[in-house]
């Protein structure tokens, strides 16, 4: 299966054709076959979407799986891990605390 995906312009949301549409939702992307190349040019060339491009994905029941690691995360939407933030300067020791 070929889903396309590419990003919302005003907001720069990750976003999935539908058919007729674009959501943000993966579970609303369709398979575009061998047409999501000609799809991609014609929503971005409308400035509907940016940078769309074509995906591998497995149909599940969920909806579309997407084949690779970068694309599945991409789905999953943005994520915060508080864990990677940058912790404040220490004054006292004169670096950053890690």
Known sequence: MKILTGNDL????????????????IEDAIDVGDQGEAIAR??????RVNVPYVIDATPTADGPRPAHIKDRI??????????????????AAGSWVI
Not at 10 to 24: A, E, F, I, L
Not at 42 to 47: I, K, L, T
């Open 10 to 25: 005003p907001t720069g949301d990750v976003t999935w054709w539908t058919g007729s549409g674009w959501s943000r939702h």
């Open 42 to 47: 014609a929503e971005e060339g409308a400035r």
């Open 74 to 91: 991409r789905a999953l939407g943005p994520t915060v891990r508080v864990d990677l933030t940058l912790k404040p300067a220490d004054p």
